[in-house]
Every structure is written in C-alpha cells, then in structure tokens.
C-alpha cells in the first residue's frame, strides 16, 4: 500500500492519511514532489513546534519526544499542510469512480452471458460515463459497439482505450483486429507489430500479422507467422484451422490432416468439433479417401446447425464412394435447407442423369 499525507485545513490536527493501491496512485495522482524549502521547513518544524502548537498539543507531543519517527511524520504532516490543494482527496474520489466503473462492467459481463446484447452496450456506457480513464470498461462499450455494427465509434473507443491503458498490447491487438476487419490491414499490420515489439510473446499478435500477410497473398510468411503463434500460450483457436486450410489451398492435404488430426487428438471422439470434423473431410477427399470423408461428413451432419454445404459435401463423397442412393438422400436434405443452393441443384440433376443412364444399360 502507498501511504500519502494531507491536510484539508492549514492546522496540523486536521491532517490525515489515504492509502491506495500503488497501481490507482500512479493512475490518479502525481508523485508529491517536496521542494527544498519545505526540508527547510521540517528542521525549522522540529525545532519550534512545541512553542507553536495549543497547550492539548504540546502535551501530546511530550509523550512522544522519544520517538523521532512518529514526531517526523507529525512534521511532515505540517508541511504538507503548507501545499496548494489536496490531490489524494481527489485520487480518492477517482479510485471510487474506478471501483463503481468495473462493477458497472461486470454487470455488462453478466449480460453478455445471456446473451442480452443491448443492456450489456448500456452497461458497458454507464462505467465508461462513471470513469472515463477506465480503458477495460472503455475497451468492452468499444466491443459492443462493433458488434451492433458502430464500427466507426468503436474504433475511436478503442484507440482511446489502447492510450489510457498505456499501448496495452492485447488491446493494440483489439484495435488491429477492428481494422483488419474494415480492410484496412495496413493499419492492421502496424498494430500487430506494435504489438509484438511491447511482447514477443503474445500469440494474438502473431496470429493478426499471419492474417494480413495471407490476406496479402504472402503465403510462406503467413505460415510462420501462424506456427510462431501456436508455439505460445493462449493461441486463437483459429489459428491452427487456417493453417490446415493454407496446406489445403497449397494441395499439401496430408499436412492438412496432420495439423487438424493433432486438434482432434483433444477431444474425445464423440466430441470432435465440427469445423474440425468438416475440415478432415475435404483433406480426405482431396486425398481420395472417400470412406473416411464420408465418415467424417456424416457425423458433421449430425450437428443441428449443419447447413446445406455440409450435406452437399457428404452427398458428394458418398457419390464417390458409389453409393448413389445415400448421396441422393443428401442432396434431398441440402435442398430442403436451401432449395436455392446451387451446387445440390447441380449435382442432383448430375445424379439424374447418371441413373437415367444406368437405366438404360440394364434394359
């Protein structure tokens, strides 16, 4: 704890103490800086302050003659009494700002949970309204209001998020990755680097620069960006996806495998995500394996939120397979999401057309 001295009144028995965390002190107060007047003013203090204080005083100050610290900490109390104003009242009320700011935000967190989008982004207003030096609340409104579509407002919240937190590097990457998302990657890019240079070791960084050096076309730095990024602790969990879908667009499938199988090795098998799971299905096509696709895409298609791609995909490798009956069960499921789906229709009037032409050979 930080221990600061003031006094609201120029009479010594007013003077007190605060005590904050060092961290608020650094943020709400400048350090007091004693000019040689006032040392002066202490040895002047030691010497005379028995004859100049009440007779309640000096006998108080008797008892404690002995005792050099305690009447020093009396002395500088009179000093500082002699100061203009009194920052640490102040730095008080702003740690009390701070305080009621992160609880206001919590409360937003809590929202979030819920999914209630709209009072979070009221909540997460109200602590930055409550302190507006606070750059975690500041960072979260400008979240929320990225995710309602205010892109330009949460921009600017995040820039003055990243300078109250002083270049914070999680939050220089926060502010990158808003303009990654604009197209704005060489911004983008110099966040990520500026982030990095502040910590070496944050892997969000490494992974924003590996997005825009994709992005660029830039595959090979790309890469080591990414593999830099899952060497570190907290990688995004795209990470290692994108990398799989680069060997995949390179024609590197069993590198694809290898990465997306070292992924699937931490969940029980059961338990295997989704994008995992679709992933080693197109590696095993691109590979001609359309057992193992077919094994994969079916249980894709399991997941209630599989889409009309994943079952085109599934119909497609049992097509391959040979199994045109199933295939076309697929197709009939792929259209019954999305009659407009192009691909099913394709491969559905393919899939007539070759019964058609099986029909008449057995005739």
Request: aromatic share 6%; with cysteine.
């Given at each position: 704890?930080?221990?600061?001295?003031?006094?609201?009144?120029?009479?010594?028995?007013?003077?007190?103490?605060?005590?904050?965390?060092?961290?608020?002190?650094?943020?709400?107060?400048?350090?007091?800086?004693l000019?040689?007047?006032?040392?002066r003013?202490?040895?002047?203090?030691?010497?005379?302050?028995?004859?100049?204080?009440?007779?309640?005083?000096?006998?108080?100050?008797?008892?404690?003659?002995?005792?050099?610290?305690?009447?020093?900490?009396?002395?500088?109390?009179?000093?500082?009494?002699?100061?203009?104003g009194?920052?640490?009242?102040?730095?008080?009320?702003?740690?009390?700002?701070?305080?009621?700011?992160?609880?206001?935000?919590?409360?937003?967190?809590?929202?979030?949970s819920?999914?209630?989008?709209?009072?979070?982004?009221?909540?997460?207003?109200?602590?930055?309204?409550?302190?507006?030096?606070?750059?975690?609340?500041?960072?979260?409104?400008?979240?929320?209001?990225?995710?309602?579509g205010?892109?330009?407002?949460?921009?600017?919240?995040?820039?003055?998020?990243?300078?109250?937190?002083?270049?914070?590097?999680?939050?220089?990457?926060?502010?990158?990755?808003?303009?990654?998302?604009?197209?704005?990657v060489?911004?983008?890019?110099?966040?990520?680097?500026?982030?990095?240079?502040?910590?070496?070791?944050?892997?969000?960084?490494w992974?924003l620069?590996?997005?825009?050096?994709?992005?660029?076309?830039?595959?090979?730095?790309?890469?080591?960006?990414?593999?830099?990024?899952?060497?570190?602790?907290?990688?995004p969990?795209?990470?290692?996806?994108?990398?799989?879908?680069?060997?995949?667009?390179?024609?590197?499938?069993?590198r694809?495998?290898?990465?997306?199988?070292?992924?699937?090795?931490?969940?029980?098998?059961?338990?295997?995500?989704?994008e995992?799971?679709?992933?080693?299905?197109?590696?095993?096509?691109?590979?001609?394996?359309?057992?193992?696709?077919?094994?994969?895409?079916?249980?894709v298609?399991?997941?209630?939120?599989?889409?009309?791609?994943?079952?085109?995909?599934?119909?497609?490798?049992?097509?391959?397979a040979?199994?045109?009956?199933?295939?076309?069960l697929?197709?009939?499921?792929?259209?019954?999401?999305?009659?407009?789906?192009?691909?099913?229709?394709?491969?559905?009037?393919?899939?007539?057309?070759?019964?058609?032409?099986?029909?008449?050979?057995?005739?």
């Amino acid at each position: 704890m930080a221990t600061r001295f003031c006094s609201a009144t120029p009479a010594f028995r007013h003077f007190a103490t605060v005590s904050l965390e060092p961290a608020e002190c650094c943020r709400y107060s400048s350090p007091l800086v004693l000019k040689p007047w006032h040392y002066r003013a202490l040895s002047e203090i030691e010497k005379s302050v028995i004859e100049k204080v009440d007779p309640g005083v000096k006998r108080f100050s008797g008892q404690i003659s002995n005792n050099r610290l305690v009447w020093e900490r009396v002395a500088l109390g009179l000093v500082l009494s002699l100061l203009p104003g009194c920052a640490c009242w102040q730095a008080r009320t702003n740690a009390d700002k701070l305080s009621s700011a992160r609880r206001i935000s919590l409360q937003g967190i809590e929202a979030e949970s819920h999914g209630d989008w709209d009072q979070a982004e009221k909540l997460y207003a109200a602590a930055v309204e409550t302190c507006p030096v606070d750059d975690r609340s500041r960072s979260r409104y400008a979240e929320a209001l990225w995710r309602r579509g205010d892109r330009v407002g949460a921009i600017a919240n995040m820039k003055e998020a990243v300078r109250l937190s002083n270049q914070s590097p999680e939050q220089i990457v926060q502010l990158g990755r808003m303009h990654f998302e604009e197209s704005n990657v060489l911004a983008a890019e110099e966040q990520a680097t500026i982030a990095i240079q502040r910590n070496q070791g944050l892997a969000a960084a490494w992974a924003l620069k590996g997005d825009v050096a994709w992005r660029e076309g830039r595959i090979e730095d790309a890469l080591a960006d990414y593999h830099r990024a899952r060497t570190l602790p907290d990688c995004p969990a795209t990470v290692p996806l994108t990398i799989a879908d680069i060997y995949a667009q390179l024609g590197r499938p069993q590198r694809a495998l290898a990465t997306l199988q070292s992924l699937a090795d931490q969940y029980p098998p059961a338990n295997v995500p989704p994008e995992i799971l679709y992933r080693q299905g197109l590696a095993y096509r691109q590979l001609e394996r359309h057992e193992q696709a077919v094994a994969c895409f079916t249980q894709v298609c399991q997941n209630p939120q599989a889409g009309p791609d994943q079952f085109f995909q599934l119909a497609e490798s049992r097509l391959a397979a040979g199994d045109n009956a199933n295939a076309r069960l697929a197709l009939q499921t792929a259209l019954a999401k999305n009659p407009d789906h192009a691909p099913s229709r394709d491969l559905i009037t393919r899939l007539g057309s070759l019964s058609g032409e099986l029909s008449g050979v057995h005739r």
